[in-house]
Nanobody, 127 residues
Framework: QLQLVESGGGLVQPGGSLRLSCAVS????????IGWFRQAPGKEREGVSC????????FYADSVKGRFTISRDIAKNTVYLQMNSLKPEDTAVYYC????????????????????WGQGTQVTVSS
């Protein structure tokens, strides 16, 4: 059974940092593209950052380029999202998602088909 469990969300002041983690089980990151998505109240879910199974292809939404970094630890079967210089508009529920279809980072983040989802973690950026 494929499982994705996010952690690391919370309340942070503008300009602060958070690191989200997504621990996966039931599959290996060597064979699945994985990424981070977010959904703010009243808005559609958007792809934030995704990485291919080889690690050679990454994607970042324009709104987070230069501030967020995706990384993964194959041995721990965990993917991370380091978020720096956080802004109030980054407030959202952040979801981890994976797909085994050989996707590039951009293709996964574009949600060309329904991936496997985690339960989400809340990130609130507020003073």
């Amino acid at each position: 059974q494929l499982q994705l469990v996010e952690s690391g969300g919370g309340l942070v002041q503008p300009g602060g940092s958070l690191r989200l983690s997504c621990a996966v089980s039931g599959f290996s990151l060597e064979y699945f593209a994985i990424g981070w998505f977010r959904q703010a109240p009243g808005k559609e879910r958007e792809g934030v950052s995704c990485i291919s199974n080889s690690g050679s292809s990454t994607f970042y939404a324009d709104s987070v380029k230069g501030r967020f970094t995706i990384s993964r630890d194959i041995a721990k079967n965990t993917v991370y999202l380091q978020m720096n210089s956080l802004k109030p508009e980054d407030t959202a529920v952040y979801y981890c998602a994976a797909d085994g279809g050989g996707f590039t980072g951009q293709a996964l983040c574009a949600q060309t088909r329904e991936p496997h989802w985690g339960q989400g973690t809340q990130v609130t950026v507020s003073s």
